[in-house]
């Protein structure tokens, strides 16, 4: 079976991942200018304009090749309506991919949801992408994320003193991290169908090699 890089479209039990659309803008807007919803990301809340322009180039990113960053939409499986995101960044040094940008919207219904997305997508990294390590980070006093990370198969690594700075003050990181032949004993069902899952003809968007 093959998956084209240029339109991600990964099914779960419970949920989808799948590529931004235009129709996405405004799910996206509310989420990335929401002060609640970003309280613990990497960066600030955005404006209306400026999510747009992230959403812009989100979308752009899809062309690039090789493609280095996949920022895909949440939905229930079987179902297509935007209810969180979240991000891949293939890195340039070695065999390692960052997951990141988890937001599901508490209203969405997808309970535990963060979990599933972030095991489908470390199934993505791990199988058409052939990546070796990927691994994720979470600001140091965040309330769930680490049982999160747990739930997601990653192990703890390492705490980042003040990688960033947001709301006016400097946050510390912990890191998790998984590899892939340990990850992938572990697949569910439907993660090991996207791992056996290869880049179908545009083979230029395959981001590393195996």
């Given at each position: ?57 989100a979308m752009c990113s899809r062309g690039e090749s090789p493609r280095r960053k996949y920022t895909l939409a949440i ?136």
């Amino acid at each position: 079976m093959t998956i084209d890089l240029r339109d991600v479209d990964l099914v779960g039990a419970r949920l989808r991942l799948r590529d931004l659309r235009a129709g996405d803008l405004g799910v996206y807007q509310r989420i990335f200018t929401d002060p609640h919803l970003t309280r613990y990301m990497g960066t600030d809340s955005m404006g209306v304009q400026a999510a747009a322009a992230s959403f812009e180039a989100a979308m752009c990113s899809r062309g690039e090749s090789p493609r280095r960053k996949y920022t895909l939409a949440i939905t229930a499986s079987g179902a297509d309506t935007m209810l969180g995101t979240i991000g891949l960044l293939v890195e340039d040094f070695g065999s390692n991919a960052m997951i990141g940008g988890l937001v599901v919207l508490p209203d969405g219904g997808l309970r535990a949801g963060g979990i599933e997305a972030g095991r489908l997508m470390a199934a993505f990294a791990f199988g058409p992408l052939g990546i070796h390590r990927v691994w994720a980070g979470h600001r140091h006093d965040h309330p769930v994320m680490d049982t999160v990370m747990a739930g997601v198969g990653l192990t703890p690594e390492a705490r980042l003193r003040q990688l960033y700075r947001t709301q006016g003050q400097w946050r510390d990181v912990c890191t998790y991290a998984a590899l892939r032949p340990e990850w992938a004993a572990t697949a569910t069902p439907a993660e090991r169908r996207i791992l056996a899952l290869r880049p179908g003809a545009a083979r230029e968007h395959l981001t590393v090699g195996r």
